[in-house]
């Protein structure tokens, strides 16, 4: 009653109303201000000069409240030139005026008394979100959750079937990424060799380029921010910068005399960074020119390298259990301690949260964007002599995956932590795994067995068919396809 009273400009009622509705009587006052000042413009708008007058007198100034506010709506009397209220000819705009004077009654009233505005579709929608956020499989953005039962996905959209293997490097597999893009993946191996394999429209992976140059393993890769170039970092070597559209190296950085371990590009992408085996970091320009360094305990030989999100601080462990956020612009310094030594870390994709690969063969992820604090710990893996990288992915990075020496890929459940699959199919330690961040149904996984698998849905329940490429049919074993090349090099 007291809405539909204000809304049809009922003033006498509504403030009455509003001491039958259970407010203190400061409440009641500031409420009376707001909806009289209301009375008050609209009369003026009607050039009832004297009414509005006899309202500010009688009605407004003995509220005794707001007399900086008394004292404009005085000067619009004395000078109607001057009127700044947002009242315009006609009723919807009058109307209009008089919704926005709820929306500011429903902020001073308390829920109790007003309830806010859509409040049951908020309620609806939280609703929706607590039984997404509970379901332990939910990887798929089609379909719409219903609330007329509870909502409950099977496993059915979580990459699990090899779909592809990947058979070109020579030995060990022991990095890879896909492009911030999901257009590309890039893995790197003992051989020396970096391969870059394109993600077809038809979900296919090719082998695009291989690239040779380093002298040494390429223990770690970065995709540059716009996904044309690609970083490589040789184990204590260099680091080399690639074109992806045409495989030719750009140019290769160097320090005399030292190694470099680790790489990661600005934000910009017009600059990189680089861990040194003197623990120091370096800043380059794209040409090769250092452009500074930072000295000091700043990094280790563990490759990972990163940045945060608002690209203003470098994430580096700089001692065996200890990580360092270094504001590389002011040089201040934040540290993440652990209670084990770290072996690698992950980003998230918005870059807010550290996923912790540790000794003990625990994970652990951080909130980085602000102040830091562990949000959860996962365990399940097997991890005692090799470097195991673990990532975040799935439809909203709802699901943490690992590697394992055990021959195995681990996939929790991010919220609940809940270990949901291990994935079965390599015959040797899995190194490192990836999610494509375009693709929540393709994870890629990189092993000691010298193959990489990629991970997709039962192909059954896929739309289209399982590839087009000839060098691929030929090789068909229950729906995995191998690949020895076949794309350019």
């Given at each position: ?33 707001i ?14 000069v ?7 007198r ?15 709506l ?38 109790t008394?007003?309830?806010p ?9 939280q ?69 870059i ?48 559209a045409?495989g030719?190296?750009l ?43 930072w ?28 990580i ?32 912790v ?132 090099t």
């Amino acid at each position: 009653m007291f809405m539909r009273q204000t809304l049809e400009g009922q003033w006498d009622k509504s403030v009455s109303m509003l001491h039958k509705i259970g407010l203190d009587e400061t409440m009641i006052k500031s409420a009376s201000f707001i909806i009289l000042e209301q009375k008050f413009l609209e009369l003026l708008e009607g050039e009832k000069v004297m009414d509005a007058l006899k309202t500010l007198r009688t009605e407004i100034i003995p509220l005794s409240i707001n007399d900086e506010r008394v004292r404009v709506l005085s000067s619009y009397i004395i000078s109607p030139s001057k009127n700044l209220f947002d009242v315009s000819h006609g009723k919807e705009s009058i109307f209009r005026s008089r919704k926005k004077l709820l929306e500011e009654l429903q902020k001073l009233l308390p829920p109790t008394v007003m309830i806010p505005e859509e409040r049951l579709v908020h309620l609806v929608e939280q609703a929706v979100l607590l039984q997404k956020d509970a379901c332990k499989f939910h990887n798929s953005s089609v379909g719409k959750l219903s609330l007329l039962a509870d909502h409950k996905c099977g496993g059915g959209d979580i990459p699990s079937h090899t779909l592809q293997i990947l058979e070109e490097h020579n030995d060990e597999v022991w990095f890879l990424q896909f492009s911030h893009n999901g257009k590309y993946l890039a893995s790197s191996s003992g051989d020396c060799l970096v391969i870059i394999w394109e993600v077809m429209a038809d979900g296919q992976v090719s082998l695009k380029h291989k690239l040779s140059g380093h002298q040494k393993p390429v223990s770690y890769i970065s995709w540059s921010p716009d996904n044309d170039q690609l970083l490589t970092c040789g184990v204590e070597e260099a680091i080399k910068r690639w074109d992806i559209a045409s495989g030719e190296c750009l140019h290769t950085y160097e320090k005399r005399g030292l190694g470099l371990v680790s790489c990661t590009w600005a934000p910009d992408g017009k600059s990189i960074f680089s861990g040194v085996s003197d623990k120091s970091i370096s800043m380059w320009d794209l040409e090769g020119k250092e452009l500074k360094c930072w000295r000091g305990q700043k990094t280790t030989m563990i490759a990972d390298i990163g940045m945060t999100a608002d690209g203003k601080e470098l994430v580096t462990v700089c001692k065996e259990t200890v990580i360092l956020l270094f504001g590389w612009e002011t040089e201040s310094e934040k540290t993440i301690v652990e209670d084990h030594p770290i072996i690698s870390f992950a980003l998230s994709e918005d870059k807010k949260f550290l996923l912790v690969s540790l000794l003990n063969g625990e994970l652990h992820v951080w909130n980085i964007d602000g102040c830091t604090r562990l949000v959860a710990k996962y365990k399940g893996h097997k991890r005692t002599r090799f470097v195991v990288r673990s990532c975040f992915g799935g439809l909203e990075q709802a699901f943490i995956a690992s590697g394992s020496e055990d021959s195995q890929v681990y996939i929790w459940h991010r919220l609940s932590k809940e270990l949901i699959l291990t994935l079965a199919g390599h015959t040797a330690a899995v190194n490192c795994v990836s999610w494509n961040p375009a693709n929540p149904y393709m994870l890629a996984s990189a092993s000691d067995d010298r193959t990489i698998r990629i991970w997709g849905l039962n192909q059954v329940n896929m739309n289209g068919s399982r590839g087009q490429n000839s060098h691929n049919n030929n090789n068909n074993n229950n729906g995995v396809n191998y690949c020895n090349g076949g794309g350019g090099t």
